[in-house]
């Protein structure tokens, strides 16, 4: 399994979050990932900052650093034909080390056009007309496509790698499956679910890679890593099928006001203790995961986890 780094948007500003990167690089980590959001989770977290621009100064910053979105959602906020161009401008700025992670959105980063927030089964139809635009351009040539849900007029991306992206669709259930296996080059769950990696293979996903991403706090003081991973994730618990419908920190706020540190402390492995943090990579190998990103709670803790990951965590990891 290749273990990544996140580049959580929520809890880190932009110049922060290249350093990070940087040191991940540097650190051993053998991809990076970057949530794309306009607003935290939590104002605890206190930090939105544009995904694509940070890619940009990442791919610069970084010599091979493989990237990827984990996840962009090109239906309400972004057109498809413009996450198009975006993925192609990263992928020549990173000289071919860019995935596109594309999924369905949550209401908390798409409501800010105000154009509503559609229910699941449309959100579905959605994503998967965007893809099939997405591809479109990335083959090159004028398109143009008049479809239920978005309209294209005469795009065209005049800036195209030799390789385009390679698309990752996340997934959550049965129809989210069928489209990834239908139209993507690799799945994306948060999940350790082997019926949701079986589906997409079922579908035609078979022998794609499978990216996964797990929550961890690393702390030298577990009581500290706890309060840090209860104020800031405390939100993770709630499954996507709550969390994708919220529509702002306060929502969130109020959702989870009941969660006890002790109950995110169960799910999320606080301290320094390796065997905790290999405990919750275990689950993403034994369901077939073949990439898994890690997120350290707490944006003025990477630093230190950078430190521990290269010389403790990754080398427990790669022995495990």
């Known amino acids: 399994m290749r273990i990544g780094y996140t580049l959580m948007t929520e809890q880190r500003g932009p110049r922060d979050l290249v350093a990070d ?13 970057v ?3 306009y607003f935290p989770w939590l104002d605890e977290q206190g930090h ?8 940009g100064a990442v791919a610069q910053a970084t010599a091979e650093l493989p990237l990827m979105t984990y996840v962009t959602c090109p239906t309400v906020r972004y ?8 993925a192609a401008t990263v992928q020549l700025l990173s000289e071919g080390r860019f995935r596109l992670g594309l999924g369905s959105g949550e209401n908390l980063n798409e409501h800010v056009v105000g154009r509503g927030w559609p229910p699941v089964a449309v959100r579905q139809e959605m994503l998967a007309e965007a893809v099939e635009i997405i591809r479109a351009l990335f083959a090159g040539g004028y398109v143009t496509h008049h479809g239920r849900h ?16 390679p698309i990752g669709v996340a997934v959550s259930g049965p129809v989210s499956c069928a489209t990834a296996g239908r139209l993507a080059d690799l799945v994306i769950a948060v999940q350790p679910e082997r019926e949701l990696l079986t589906a997409f293979a079922e579908a035609g996903g078979a022998g794609k890679p499978a990216v996964g991403q797990v929550p961890v706090c690393f702390d030298r003081d577990r009581d500290a890593a706890v309060a840090r991973a209860h104020a800031q994730f405390r939100w993770f618990g709630g499954g996507w099928k709550v969390n994708a419908d919220l529509p702002g920190t306060a929502a969130f706020a109020a959702a989870n006001q009941y969660v006890r540190p002790e109950d995110v402390a169960g799910s999320i492995p606080c301290g320094d203790r390796v065997e905790d943090f290999l405990d919750a990579v275990r689950p993403y190998a034994a369901a077939g995961f073949d ?10 803790s990477q630093p230190a986890f950078a430190d521990w990951a290269e010389h403790e965590l990754l080398p427990a990891l790669r022995a495990a």
């Open 79 to 86: 057109h498809p034909a413009v996450v198009a161009q975006k």
């Open 48 to 55: 939105a900052p544009y995904a694509w621009a940070v890619l």
């Open 35 to 37: 949530s794309d959001h």
């Open 150 to 165: 978005f309209q294209v007029d005469g795009a065209k991306l005049w800036d195209l790698p030799e390789q385009p992206p």
């Open 291 to 300: 990439e898994l990103a890690l997120i350290q709670v707490g944006g003025e």
């Open 21 to 33: 990167a940087v040191r991940a690089e540097r650190a051993g980590f053998d991809f990076a990932v």
